[in-house]
């Protein structure tokens, strides 16, 4: 018979315990636990290696802190011990001990703050920490506070907020995948309305395009002034941008002023229109 377990979730903040309720521990399957949004890190292999080691040779020894997943998929996010459900994928281990809470307290700010004081110990991509801080904003923590937990200037979490305010799913699902870097995202955000953005940034995440390169293309282009065209233009836009973008990757590497110079000459005269696409048309 499998003895019963419960395990105690604990946040912490300057040494007091702010909530002790008791979950249970159960045997949940690897293969069914995926990261809580904005909690994605790089590890640090020499320190995961050691990880694995001691879990090849003892076993999990302290548990995973998980929640069921909303969308009904059967699926485990991961509050806490993403180096140990790593290291169980890696050796074949197929279930690992984990408390499951429940999504109140999930999503509590007592468990956000955990998160984000632990933030600075934690090697996050850069995507995945303006994501938590955004979070943070969401959930109600103030501007200063959080530039201090995350040890970045209150204006860097006001720019990080501002580009991310009004983010599509889509957007975050391209941030997330590596494919358009935050310095990139920005750009776009400068140049390219809501409406439009998942167009754009489709086109920069599979172009070899620099952002310096994507801010020189949007002002020589003039964006603003044919965004100011109206909404009946905005496929033509999208076209332009994306063929700009591939003659760029095909040109030979110089300066941004050598390269533009040879777009300039490459320019398009007009589009042509088949049923709902546009193609260019250079003359």
């Keep these: 018979m499998t003895k019963a377990r419960s395990a105690t979730a604990r946040s912490t903040a300057s040494g007091s315990v702010r909530d002790h309720r008791t979950f249970p521990v159960q045997d949940v ?32 020894l302290t548990p995973i802190t998980v929640r069921s997943a909303p969308d009904s998929s059967g699926d485990y996010l991961l509050i806490k011990g993403q180096g140990r459900a790593l290291a ?28 984000v004081e632990n933030v600075a110990r934690l090697k996050m991509r850069p995507v995945d920490r303006a994501l938590l801080i955004k979070r943070a904003r969401q959930d109600g923590e103030e501007t200063t506070t959080i530039a201090q937990r995350f040890g970045v200037s209150a204006s860097t979490v006001r720019r990080l907020l501002a580009q991310l305010d009004g983010a599509s799913t889509h957007e975050v699902d391209v941030l997330r995948s590596g494919g358009v870097s935050l310095g990139m995202h920005a750009v776009v955000t400068r140049h390219v309305k809501v409406s439009e953005r998942a167009g754009i940034l489709d086109i920069v995440s599979s172009s070899s395009i620099t952002a310096k390169e994507a801010e020189t293309l949007f002002v020589a282009l003039g964006w603003q002034r044919l965004t100011d065209l109206g909404d009946e233009h905005a496929a033509q836009r999208i076209v332009l941008f994306h063929w700009a973008c591939c003659l760029l990757d095909q040109l030979p590497q110089g300066t941004h002023r050598e390269r533009l110079c040879q777009l300039a000459h490459a320019f398009p005269s007009a589009f042509e229109r088949q049923g709902d696409d546009y193609s260019v048309v250079v003359k």
């Design 88 to 115: 169980c994928r890696l050796l074949g281990i197929e279930t690992i001990p984990a408390v499951v809470v429940d999504d109140s307290y999930a999503e509590t700010e007592k468990v956000q703050q955990f998160l």
């Design 29 to 60: 399957p690897v293969a069914r636990i995926r990261p809580e949004e904005g909690l994605g890190r790089k590890r640090d292999r020499a320190g995961h290696r050691d990880l694995q080691r001691s879990i090849e040779q003892f076993g999990v």
